[in-house]
Nanobody, 119 residues
Framework: QVQLVESGGGLVQPGGSLRLSCAAS????????MGWYRQPPGKQRELVAR???????NYAYSVKGRFTLSRDNANNTVHLQMNSLKPEDTAVYYC?????????????WGQGTQVTVSS
């Protein structure tokens, strides 16, 4: 069983910064890629950024240069530093973690944390 604990959402003014964190816990498997997705109001969920357990990252075009995703493998934690936030970044942000065993890979999602960018 995997548990994902998300933190760091909130209300921020345009141009401001927030840092989201997601800590994964569990045993009996390997943690693979972790990342953040978001779902703006009335829209589909979309990738924000993801990082493999070897540190390779990819970002949505809309956040490149503004968001930075980092990973602490020792603690199975990822941090999303979000700078120069825009109103269009407003969404529920979800952490996603892939785990694998010898026979299967499974994706787990966090509960979501609200990020609101507004003046």
């Amino acid at each position: 069983q995997v548990q994902l604990v998300e933190s760091g959402g909130g209300l921020v003014q345009p141009g401001g910064s927030l840092r989201l964190s997601c800590a994964a816990s569990g045993s009996g498997f390997r943690f693979r890629a972790m990342g953040w997705y978001r779902q703006p109001p009335g829209k589909q969920r979309e990738l924000v950024a993801r990082i493999t357990n070897s540190g390779l990252t990819n970002y949505a075009y809309s956040v490149k240069g503004r968001f930075t995703l980092s990973r602490d493998n020792a603690n199975n934690t990822v941090h999303l530093q979000m700078n120069s936030l825009k109103p269009e970044d407003t969404a529920v942000y979800y952490c996603k973690c892939r785990i694998s065993t010898v026979v299967v890979s499974v994706d787990y999602w966090g509960q979501g944390t609200q990020v609101t960018v507004s003046s």
